[in-house]
């Protein structure tokens, strides 16, 4: 199962950037809620934005609300962040995160991660 993460890249604050995560080998349409992840320097990971299987919910770190939105196409087999005014505070690894309960097992998977950089 691999989660691949595109999209990052440098950016200026008040920019914007959408990230899009694609999933090979797995459905996400098995998959349960799904969330993005970031990582900044010196920083423990934390969770930006998550998303049930049918996208009918979501949730955001209060940091990012109201500027970030997370969707998922399970048709596509991909899940996305919009991020829009971005801040020099946004600058981290993002990581795309999935959750799947198969046969009774709990599993997760995780992307390599993209790096955003927002300059101010």
């Known amino acids: 199962v691999q989660l691949v993460e595109s999209g990052g890249g440098l950016a200026q604050a008040g920019d914007s950037l959408r990230l899009s995560c694609v999933a090979s080998e797995i459905s996400l349409s098995t998959t349960n809620a799904m969330a993005w992840y970031r990582q900044a320097p010196g920083k423990q990971r934390e969770l930006v934005a ?6 009918s919910s979501t949730n955001y770190a209060d940091s990012v609300k109201g500027r970030f939105t997370i969707s998922r196409d399970n048709a596509k087999n991909t899940m996305s962040l919009q991020m829009n005014s971005l801040k020099a505070e946004d600058t981290a690894v993002y990581y795309c995160n999935a959750h799947r309960t198969w046969f009774g097992v709990d599993y997760e998977y995780w992307g390599q991660g993209t790096q955003v950089t927002v300059s101010s």
Do not use: Q
């Open 50 to 55: 998550s998303i049930t299987r049918s996208g």
